[in-house]
């Protein structure tokens, strides 16, 4: 396969033909590996990344093999996949980390080859290593690579032999406190402190001061050892404002490389993106060219081989300087392939087989522009918690040539606690930035969501922020504009009328008996309508939206509209629900003489409502009555914000604490968060113990009742 690219090259040019086969026969001689015809490949994965490499391989006409943890045995790589196997628990240590059983399947089924996706076992040297001895094909760089550019202190020593520029830091081996403490103070604060084999913004704190540095060098510590097994950490000089680009490179076993141009993702959360760009919006095209081959220099240092990004730091001038390299496929690869015309999984299975790359530098174009979206279980409205749950709801953009949902999941699977949050990733093509933006924003009003929280409508106002669509991006993009990216959202009087009736034509259909279903819809046997002699139907309808009750008037009028009074206005209202191939509701409907449409999902009290401004949650308030005796957290009672499990309690029962004070440690949906005392106080019960599992809102440790004002406590 591989001897027919090369004879099909020759006539092209022969001098790069000549420094090929030089090449092929300096490997052909090596012990580094072999080329060997790739016909079943065993995807070491899940989720979207998962199915994203079964389409490619696939399309390719290889045989794919998926594995999968007891909580995926029903998800969606697992149907698409010609086979799968179970490879353990739900716990990602024990089943998708689980080298020697991933292994173990891959040697039973026959495949030939491993690709590892993104997360997991992807950058892992030691899986790397086995593979090869294996005498299987790691769909990957060599684990020298991964090793050398896996440890942050080892790659900013080769980056900068390299003539890659490198930001001022500390990579030594001295992993004292006290040292790096005095390296920080040195380089000059605000520091970031990251951990060394880190990735993914995990092990990753920002110390602005010298006063909060043990604090956040020992969070970062904790997660970091979660992570990677490693709780080294590297100190570095903190950029202000900066952005974030990184570059798409690729080699292969030939020594051919190529920069398949660069990418932003500057607007993060947790240090962790959530809307990419291809290409960088505002960079010039010589910087364009200067970030391009400073990658490939960083890749051709440490011999690489396949598809990996080249991390940049950049200023407000447009320099740069190298962060790191992950050597895997990104999870925002996509934006690259729609601007490119490219498929980067085909080129990662091609180069593992022994072929050249697909293109050559001077072939590579940049056509359009692409954005893609991170569609989080997450509320954005409680520092981005993550949330597990069902997705009880799911209604998507239709795809295209223009727009890709890249996902894992399907209407009634469950988010798991176990795995990251992200459902979805929402991917666009424009001509130009400007209609990129367009398109994505009308998609991410289409993509309807129930069951849990999501950060749809937070990012449908990120990408209209005024800001973002002049494409000034940066990494504290968030924090800087967070009072207008986090808007109030009171319910305008023309929603609330369109909630009113939502209500109203769903009682109609939940309210007749099979056999009533035929009847007029404003007969007098109508069970909610009631009965009128000469006069008019008027009921009082009382919906809440979070915090807020509003009191609205409805009069049924006898054309088959209503009178809807809101506060001290008056609206003439006409509607109809239209029952979709999914058994739930769009609503068409007129607000005085006004034609609009929503999408309605009707979940117990609940009614979820879905326009082109975003989403809206309205519900029937729940009567005072059955408040009473409901189960959560008390005023003395530290809760948990999130589902997920006990890593780590910090106090015991009788300990005084204060305000701000850890108390416990939840891992959940990789990410760590720490529960600090919501006041002075004594802690009489510690309701769990690390390795529990919680759910969100638990109490987690109960305070002593606090002492009425003036009271006295005597002994008889």
Known sequence: MAAVRLSSLYSRNRNRWQSILKAWVRY????????????????????EIACRVIRTAKRLGLRTVAVYSDADSHSLHVGMADEAYNIGPAASQLSYLNQERVIAVAKQVGAQAIHPGYGFLSENTEFAELCKKSQLIFIGPPATAIRDMGIKST??????????????????????DENLRKEAKRIGFPVMIKAVRGGGGKGMRTAMSEKEFHGQLESARREAMKS????????EKFVENPRHVEVQVFGDHHGNYVYLFERDCSVQRRHQKIIEEAPAPGLTQT????????????????????AGTVEFIMDKRQMFYFMEMNTRLQVEHPVTEMVTGTDLVEWQLRVAAGEILPLTQDELKLDGHSLEARIYAEDPDNDFMPGAGPLTYLNTPVPGERVRIE????????????????????VVWGPNRHLALRKLHQCLSEYNIVGLNTNITFLMDLASHREFLNGNVHTDFIPMYRKELFPQRPLSNTLLCAAALGFILQERIEGYSTTLQSLDPFSPFGIMDGLRINAQFVREINLQHKETVYDINVTYNCDGGYSVQVGDKD??????????????????????????????????PNLHIFTREG??????????????????????????????????????????????????????????????????????????????????????????????????????
Request: proline share 5%.
């Open 28 to 47: 052909q001689s090596s012990d580094s590996g072999h080329f060997a015809p790739i016909e079943k490949v065993l995807v070491a994965n899940r989720g």
């Open 155 to 176: 790659s900013k020593a080769i980056m900068a032999a390299a003539g890659v520029p490198v930001i001022e830091g500390y990579h030594g081996d001295d992993q004292s």
């Open 228 to 235: 990677f097994g490693d709780d080294a950490m590297l100190i």
């Open 287 to 306: 910087t364009r060219q200067l970030i391009g081959e400073a990658a490939v220099r960083a890749a051709k240092a440490v011999n690489y081989v396949g």
């Open 407 to 426: 996902t894992g999941v399907q209407q009634g699977d469950e988010v798991s606690v176990h795995y990251d949050p992200m459902i979805a990733k929402l």
């Open 571 to 604: 609206y003439l209202v006409h509607g109809h629900l239209e029952k979709s191939s999914d058994g739930f509701f769009q609503l068409k409907y007129s607000i005085d003489g006004n034609h609009i449409k929503a999408s309605l999902v009707k979940e117990g």
């Open 615 to 716: 989403f809206y949650q309205v519900s029937i308030p729940t009567p005072k009555y059955l408040k009473v005796g409901t189960v959560g957290g008390g005023t003395q009672d530290a809760v948990s914000p999130m589902p997920g499990v006990i890593e780590k309690v910090y106090v015991n029962d009788g300990d005084t604490v204060q305000h701000g004070d850890p108390l416990v440690v939840i891992i959940a949906m990789k990410m760590e968060y720490v529960v600090k005392a919501p006041k002075d106080g004594i802690v009489e019960k510690v309701l769990f113990k690390a390795g529990d599992k919680v759910s969100k809102n638990s109490p987690l440790v109960h305070f002593q009742e606090e002492a009425p004002v003036g009271s006295t406590n005597s002994e008889a």
